[in-house]
């Protein structure tokens, strides 16, 4: 699809994220990750992370009733992050570590579940001096 | 980084935005193909058996599982576009699979908010949405 025909895929503008218990998944996104709550409706919960809009969902049928893709937050700190994460209750899979030496910068990840049991990651580009 | 005072019970991590979203494929090729000639998204680069496409800032990481644990359908990702009739009658003429055609499925304040259903290549369900102002 191409840009001159209205068709362009611009950006995401929502992804969706199941959870099994919305008001547990809500209470992680909003106190723990510390993401901006927009609104709730019925079962549905939205947030804002840097202009995307995620929905918390519970699946409606048995076929979308699968974990979330990894979505990776970026962050300035990863360590400070991680720290503050791990405070919180997050469980993570593993340290902050470099996952790729991109040509500017290191880029750094860590693995964590969010309360539906979701992997998720933090994700930071560390300029390389 | 300290506390902000106003939510003095919510973690600050500093997020940002998302910077990547994983997207597992079974046939690279076939899915690299299809991010970047039918949803016409930039290809960035191609690392072994990952490829990576930029979607307004975002990096979506298409490759395989890493583990059976991962090997699970993707989230729905909604794609933004300016008009969604034509969008959708392209995506009819490439031949994708329409999940559900254009529908109204929620009247905001200032806007419609529109979607329709589709699959990629790899079985995923995805999402068109556009916003169109009430006049």
Known sequence: ?129 | MSATATNPGTTNLGITNIGQISIIVHDLPRATAFYRDVLGLPLLFTAGNMAFFDCGGVRLMLGPASSPELDHPSSILYFRVPDINVAHRRLVELGVKIEVPPRLIAPMKTYDLWMVGFRDSEGNIMQLMSEVPRT
Request: with cysteine.
């Open chain 1, 1 to 129: 699809m191409n840009t001159q025909n209205g068709t362009a895929l611009a950006r995401i503008g929502q992804i969706a994220i199941n959870a099994h218990d919305v008001d547990r998944a809500t209470a992680f996104y909003r106190d723990v990750l510390g993401l901006p709550h927009l609104f709730r409706a019925g079962q549905l919960s939205f947030f804002d992370c840097g202009g995307v809009r995620l929905m918390l969902d519970k699946a409606e049928k048995p076929e979308f009733d699968h974990p979330s893709s990894i979505l990776y937050f970026q962050v300035g700190n990863i360590r400070a992050a991680h720290q503050r994460l791990k405070d919180a209750g997050a469980k993570f899979e593993d340290e902050p570590h470099v996952i790729a030496q991109m040509p500017k910068y290191d880029l750094w990840m860590t693995f964590f579940r969010d309360s539906e049991g979701n992997l998720l990651a933090l994700m930071s580009e560390v300029p390389r001096p």
